[in-house]
């Protein structure tokens, strides 16, 4: 850890004395003068010789290289930070990586502001939306956990439509009673001021969350809730399934084909921002349909160089955010208020702590798997601010208190970051949250998780209850038989899933890194699944019942046969399509028994 602070040292030095240099002013070269001739062309009898024009041996042009000179050199303190953060032993156990991040960025801010007496380069609000946050927001929304994303896109949606509005509105309204409690010194700050404060101050930054959260590898469930972002939804959709379609006809140059991931998930980002609507929703909309699509159409190779390169754009664009927030840190622009401050801190943990028992209360009484005290602690306290924040209170039009919103906002990053970020993993510990599983599912996993889905759709379908098991259903068939046939190409059309699952075994056992072991094919039911099971039935059961015709009619036999006939077949179907993933040698009869 020496050597890496000393190595940043040098490294501010080296950009302060480069950013110093000016352009050297160009001066006449010295020109070669004759001597004066004599009549036979001599000059008091020595023959003319010409002065050699002087050679220039070095010369700095900084300034001709100048933007991208120091763009490598940002990186690559980025890089180095990184890699001695990994190698530094216990740290990274008891320090996330963003708090380390941040205090290089405040280390090489103030060596900056010393050597030269000015404040240094800020991290502009263009940059980071434009630049820096697009790769994490793309690499977070290709390896989303779809299934569990859209099990609990009810809970999400409520979360952050409600959870938002909650949160505005109530720091914003007590933040303009502190300030009219205080007329001396924030007697000047409106309701309008402390709604737009409130606003931007409630964002959670998903930088900071995922960030921390992938660290200590939270569950997708309590991820997936802390997701804040709507809008510009069917704009993603729309490129997701361009760049599906485009990488169908790809094979004959397989090189370029990861290229369109990046351009057309990169193109819905901008495409949005320009039509004023949510660029974070359209970015993970396109992300999430092209992972459905494109692994598909492109080569195993391919596929690689995708997943890898995200995963180096996103992080080192992480580790830029941090430390240009260090360093964005360190401004003449301060003004200190401890009312305004103090209050701002405290209100922030309040409401989004009361915002999320109050609705986590409500959405119990409707969900299956219920939300739990632990999990609902974890999700209020992971409400971690970032360079959003940062970035968002700098659009704020001038007025007397915008350097006031500038460090309150400031005081709140860093307080959520270093105290919050770094309590959040010994607390996870503590309450023993259920972590993610880190490993790929198993082949028989992905078996039984078929299985179920299945079970459960055909009981829907009997009972009569059009739950999100019968919709999933109906949208898989419609894939299969349209999406699927038009985005895919044809040789790879059938595919499963668990065929690629299978094929991502293999190679993990060829190269030896991670569990290989295959469980066993069958296992017992979960107890949600068992009690999803119950729950339909009972609640449905009954009315399946009233609808069977106790006697039958000549005028209505045909129409009950028809129906029944459906029914069977149907039920048929979906039994054999159970069978086909099971590898039965033939499917069972549509005319056996249901269960």
Known sequence: MASLLVSLLIYACFVVGCSSLTRPVDTPEPQSQPLSLGQNGSSD???????????RVFSVDYHHVQAPFEIVLWIMLASLAKLGFHWSGR??????????????????????YGVRHSAPPTLSADAFFLFLLPPIVLDAGYFLPGRLFFENLGTILWYAVLGTLWNVLGIGLSLYGVCLLCPSSL??????????????????????????????????QVFESTSRHLGGFFLGLFFGLVAALTSRFTPRVPVIAPLFVFLYSYLSYLTSEMLHLSGIMAIVTCAVTMKQYVEANVSERSNSSIRYFLKMWSSVSETLIFIFLGVSTIQDVHMWSW?????????????????????????????????????????????????????????????PKKRLFITTTIIVILFTVFVQGMTIKPLVDLLDVKRKKRALPTVSEEIHSRLIDHLLSGIEDVVGYWGQHYWKDKFEQFNRKFLRRFLIREEHQDRSSILRVHQELERREQRGDGETAVKASSRLLLPDEMDSIR??????????????????SRHTLHQDLDRTLHRHMSLGERRSQTAAILGLSRAPSPHSSVV
């Open 45 to 55: 009898g020595v023959p003319s010789v010409d002065v050699p024009m002087a050679l």
């Open 91 to 112: 740290v990274p156990a008891v320090v996330p990586e963003s708090c380390l991040l941040i205090m290089v960025g405040l280390l090489v801010g103030g060596v900056i």
């Open 187 to 220: 007697g000047d700050v409106s309701l309008l001021h402390c709604l737009l404060f409130g606003s931007l101050i409630a964002a959670v930054d998903p930088v900071a969350v995922l960030s921390v959260f992938e660290e200590m590898h939270v569950n997708e």
């Open 339 to 399: 009312a305004f401050v103090c209050a701002t801190l405290l209100l922030c943990l309040l409401w989004r702590a009361s915002g999320v028992l109050l609705l986590t209360a409500v959405v119990n009484k409707v969900r299956r798997n219920k939300v739990t005290f632990r999990d609902q602690f974890i999700i209020a306290y992971g409400g971690l601010r970032g360079a959003i924040c940062f970035s968002l209170v700098f659009l704020i039009d001038d007025f």
């Open 535 to 552: 729950r339909i039935l009972s609640m449905n059961l009954h009315n399946f019942n009233n609808r069977q015709m106790p006697t039958y």
